[in-house]
């Protein structure tokens, strides 16, 4: 079955270099905002975003591979690896992402930490977070496509 | 199919059961808690962990009515209405859990806004926060079957 975005399909490479793109430019956005450490939230989102550059960097390799030599990559084993390392991620990156937007709202709106302190990059916190947020939705999209592959697997051999 | 948790079954109705009762603790405890207004996140938290008690509520009704007139639940046109309110439902509740477990690990480790103000509750919000990720993932169970159920559905007819 090609669906839009399965593994080893031009759409899916392009799902896979969006994700590490936007999860990259977050992890350099964070990482260079003055200030990011005072929050645990900002820290646990650089990791997270991290892990995410990991898992899609290596989908783009094997993706990359896939096309060029023509190979199938819907087998039973490696959908099965793909559901399970997509959903770990998008949990991952969707809740550090939801706990870094609750952080910087409250030093945004509820606080009035960022209007005090000058050395905090309030803005670069955002679009950082923007940028995870992204990240992640591509993610989504991904992982309930390899998640829809498996069950038509699952029920084929029925 | 009948699956663990599928709708219409005893432990459907479980695990309905019990994302209503942790998610309505969630809403009492944090409502309860002196001091929640302070942080836009947590009134997000009380938001959609009330919009979570509605939803799994009318599912525990429809359970119980499905299990004592013995009807068969599991229609195309149901279980797709289960999944896009599971989904929706699902990824609201884990971004304000999220949210506000940023938030509240802000408060209590990164500064001294806890062990400074007394009147805080920040026991209290770490409670209701525990309770808004068990009841999160009871449904995270609830919304794989009746995705599960979908594509194996929508396999079956092709």
Known sequence: MVLFGS????????????QCGFA??????????????????????????????????TLVCLDI???????????HVLVSLFVV????????????????AGVAILFDRDTVICRRMEKMSCSMFQISIAMAFISWFLLAVSSHVTFFLLVAFAASQQ
């Open 7 to 18: 593994p080893g399909t031009v759409s899916g490479l392009f799902l896979r270099i969006g």
């Open 24 to 57: 990259a430019a977050s992890v350099v956005i964070m990482a260079s905002a003055s200030g990011f450490s005072t929050a645990t939230a900002f820290c646990y989102l650089i990791a997270s975003m991290g892990l995410q550059v990991l898992w899609s960097f």
């Open 65 to 75: 591979h896939a096309l060029r030599l023509k190979k199938d990559m819907q087998n």
């Open 85 to 100: 390392g997509d959903w770990v991620t998008a949990t991952l990156s969707l809740s550090a992402a939801c706990a870094s």
